[in-house]
């Protein structure tokens, strides 16, 4: 079964500074996605990261994929209070003759001013 | 253009009954994706369509189905609902197999 981790579950930080979201993966896959959900609220997409190597930057965010370390990054550059909300990673991958997109737990960003 | 609507908003069920949701996808968009939201259990894919036919799911019991029209309007249904499907429920709409998703409001599902 595939699984999905993040890590940090939660991050607590102040507006300015850098950190790194981790997300690994167990099984092969060249599709992989972040998103990010405000409280209450649907989920809205940051980057679709097709292929090995894969870098894509937005604004203070960068995502980057390696699909041999089957990992990908989302870092987040001199953060800013409006930053704060829970990030996901998701995979997409065949599992059991189907494709499925499997999430991860989320991580849960709070920048303090 | 317009988004991906997702009808009701809100819904509040009792244990046995079942329910139908609604999806609308961005127009043009012919692929359907359903997700189950829940604190314990995270965000969980329960099924995808593509031009009427289910083409991939999750691993939800059979109480748990969908379908698509012609239009692309998608529906799922859950019947014998249990306390335990109480959740959002989100649809996402894709153009090119799921190279990027637009996700609805979602419906929150509440069972009693």
């Known amino acids: 079964e595939l699984k999905v981790e993040q890590n940090p579950l939660f991050l607590s930080m102040q507006e300015g500074k850098n950190y790194t979201i981790y997300c690994n993966y167990s099984?092969?896959?060249?599709?992989l996605y972040w998103y990010r959900q405000d409280p209450g609220k649907s989920l809205e997409s940051l980057f679709v990261?097709?292929?090995?190597?894969a870098v894509k930057q937005e604004g203070r965010l960068m995502a980057s994929l390696d699909t041999k370390a089957r990992l990908s990054t989302l870092h987040i550059t001199a953060a800013v209070h409006d930053l704060s909300a829970t990030y996901f990673c998701?995979?997409?991958?065949?599992?059991?003759?189907?494709?499925?997109?499997?999430f991860g737990t989320g991580t849960k960003l709070q920048v303090i001013p | 253009k317009a988004g991906v609507t997702q009808t009701p908003r809100y819904l509040i069920k009792t244990r046995g009954q079942q329910v139908t949701l609604s999806c609308s996808p961005i127009s043009g968009h012919r692929s359907v994706s359903w997700y189950q939201q829940t604190p314990g259990q995270g965000l969980q894919f329960l099924f995808e369509?593509?031009?009427?036919?289910?083409?991939n799911k999750g691993n939800f019991p059979g109480r748990f189905s969908g379908r698509q029209f012609s239009n692309s309007r998608s529906e799922m249904n859950v019947s014998t609902l249990e306390l335990g499907d109480s959740a959002l429920y989100l649809c996402?709409?894709?153009?090119?197999?799921?190279?990027?998703?637009?996700f609805g409001p979602g419906t929150r599902l509440t069972v009693t």
């Open positions: 099984t092969t896959s060249d599709r």
């Open positions: 990261l097709l292929s090995n190597g």
């Open positions: 369509y593509f031009s009427e036919t289910q083409r």
């Open positions: 998701a995979v997409d991958a065949a599992a059991g003759g189907y494709q499925k997109v499997t």
């Open positions: 996402a709409s894709s153009s090119l197999g799921r190279h990027e998703q637009y």
